[in-house]
Nanobody, 121 residues
Framework: QVQLVESGGGLVQAGGSLILSCAASGSIFSINAMGWYRQAPGKQRELVAHMTSGGSPNYADSVKGRFTISRDNAKNTMSLQMNSLKPEDTAVYYC???????????????WGQGTQVTVSS
């Protein structure tokens, strides 16, 4: 079994910062691609940031220059540093990881439980 636990959401004023974290535990051989998604009320879930197994990051245009995705392979964790937050960043944020549980297995996609980020104006 694999568990993902997110932390770090909360309420912040516009212009403020938050750091989201996602920790994976359980039977893990390797973590490949990882990403952060968000879903605002009445909207579809959207990709915010993505990082390949090689460490190359990609960002949605709406967060470029403000958000930074990072990973710690030794600890099986990933983070999202969010700066200069705007009210339109308000959403539930989900981490998403492609995890290989054994050396011979294929990657399986896992989702975190979601954490609420609310940015007040």
């Amino acid at each position: 079994q694999v568990q993902l636990v997110e932390s770090g959401g909360g309420l912040v004023q516009a212009g403020g910062s938050l750091i989201l974290s996602c920790a994976a535990s359980g039977s893990i051989f390797s973590i490949n691609a990882m990403g952060w998604y968000r879903q605002a009320p009445g909207k579809q879930r959207e990709l915010v940031a993505h990082m390949t197994s090689g460490g190359s990051p990609n960002y949605a245009d709406s967060v470029k220059g403000r958000f930074t995705i990072s990973r710690d392979n030794a600890k099986n964790t990933m983070s999202l540093q969010m700066n200069s937050l705007k009210p339109e960043d308000t959403a539930v944020y989900y981490c998403n990881l492609d995890i290989r549980r054994t050396p011979w297995g294929t990657s399986v996609n896992y989702w975190g439980q979601g954490t609420q980020v609310t940015v007040s104006s």
